[in-house]
């Protein structure tokens, strides 16, 4: 089954009212907030509740591209929020 991540929530195709995401942060004192800033965050969408359950558990593993002992710094935490409308398409002009 194809996954529906996106990181628009107005893109899911689901018929559901709802979507479901992983909201992703960094921890206080990592550095990288040097790069991309205090207030960075990201999100990623699914859905359903069970596909986002999944990518949750599967974020936090470590994956088979790192170095031995590295360690993703990531804060993910498990969020959810009405469906808003789909992005207008554009007529070709």
Do not use: C
Not at 69 to 79: F, L, N, Q
């Amino acid at each position: 089954m194809p996954s529906t991540e996106n990181t628009d929530p107005g893109r899911i195709r689901s018929g559901g009212e709802r979507v479901y995401g992983i909201r992703i942060t960094l921890p206080e004192n990592d550095t990288f907030k040097l790069v991309l800033g205090d207030d960075w965050a990201g999100h990623r969408w699914y859905a359903s509740e069970p596909e986002r359950d999944a990518a949750f558990v599967e974020l936090q593993r470590e994956h088979d591209y790192s170095r031995l002992g590295d360690a993703p710094t990531h804060i993910y935490e498990k969020v959810s929020r009405d469906k808003p409308p789909a992005p207008e398409q554009r007529s070709g002009a």
